[in-house]
T-cell receptor, first 111, second 111 residues
């Protein structure tokens, strides 16, 4: 079983719509959860992190965490063509320097 | 000012050669990492150093040898390069566990 699983996509959404990305993880000891965005040919860029159950909002991005279900998601509201990228979910056990990444979900926002 | 920098950006070499990649961060972080991203975009940790001490050493062929001369630098030396070593290698750094910032990547192609 992979430690972190994501739907690979591609996920195609129209401009202005909500893009919903899902991530599940296997280690119940996981305490920290991250979403990175990676444009083609570029490096991963941290966009959100969440530690507690519930929702965390930052601009057009909302991260949702449900530790009981071992599930973390990312919502992108009012999707823009510039949001077209691969989104990587990453998980860590508390105070552990090791991040485990999912394979990423490719999002395409069509104008 | 570049936060995490890597050299070279591109590296094309023949099988059997030995090559090095260098990484430097000017963020004052204590921890640095090497990741490998393969053709399927899966990002996997290879090594991590905290204050020049090796703290993560994943299952990586011993042809790969990291070296950290100080906490701002982490180099990766690869001996006897193989075709399967072709990938993008990312350096990252963090000040606390988990929240990692990535360099631009080194695209290695072994012919």
């Amino acid at each position: 079983q992979k430690e972190v699983e994501q739907n690979s996509g591609p996920l195609s959404v129209p401009e202005g719509a909500i893009a919903s990305l899902n991530c599940t993880y296997s280690d119940r000891g996981s305490q920290s959860f991250f979403w990175y965005r990676q444009y083609s040919g570029k490096s991963p860029e941290l966009i959100m992190f969440i530690y507690s159950n519930g929702d965390k909002e930052d601009g057009r991005f909302t991260a949702q965490l449900n530790k009981a279900s071992q599930y973390v998601s990312l919502l992108i509201r009012d999707s823009q063509p510039s949001d077209s990228a691969t989104y990587l979910c990453a998980v860590a056990v508390s105070n552990d320097y090791k991040l485990s990444f999912g394979a990423g979900t490719t999002v395409t926002v069509r104008a | 000012d570049t936060a995490v920098s890597q050299t070279p950006k591109y590296l094309v070499t023949q099988m059997g050669n030995d090559k090095s990649i260098k990484c430097e961060q000017n963020l004052g972080h204590d921890t640095m990492y090497w990741y490998k991203q393969d053709s399927k975009k899966f990002l996997k940790i290879m090594f991590s150093y905290n204050n020049k001490e090796l703290i993560i050493n994943e299952t990586v062929p011993n042809r790969f040898s990291p070296k950290s001369p100080d906490k701002a630098h982490l180099n990766l030396h690869i001996n006897s390069l193989e075709l399967g070593d072709s990938a993008v290698y990312f350096c990252a750094s963090s000040s606390v566990a988990e929240t990692q910032y990535f360099g631009p990547g080194t695209r290695l192609l072994v012919l």
